[in-house]
């Protein structure tokens, strides 16, 4: 499995937000933490895979890995890192 486990990067310190836990939980699959133009951005690694060079971190039960780029700059993993699409947008406006 790529990824490092060890914490030379002191990802330890990077705390999750209770909206991404949740999300996590409900999607019940690994992430991923890369750079998009927009900034970092959480994605499932069946759309972003892992690379060897990612730190590991465990939340909600599952794996983010966290590109080495973005994990020294990281302190918290945070809703606005999600990306939404319309269509869940329009689910949203639904409820």
Do not use: N, W
Not at 14 to 20: D, G, H, K, R, S
Not at 40 to 48: D, N, T
Not at 79 to 89: K, Q, R, S, T, W
Request: contains cysteine.
């Amino acid at each position: 499995m790529p990824g490092h486990l060890s914490d030379p990067s002191g990802v330890s310190r990077i705390t999750v937000a209770p909206e991404v836990k949740d999300y996590i939980e409900e999607r019940d699959c690994d992430f991923r933490i890369c750079t998009s133009c927009g900034g970092p951005i959480l994605l499932p690694v069946s759309i972003k895979p892992p690379k060897k060079s990612d730190v590991l971190f465990e939340a909600a039960g599952h794996t983010i890995y966290i590109s080495i780029h973005q994990v020294r700059f990281l302190d918290e993993i945070r809703a606005d890192m999600i990306p939404f699409f319309e269509e869940e947008l329009e689910g949203l406006a639904d409820r």
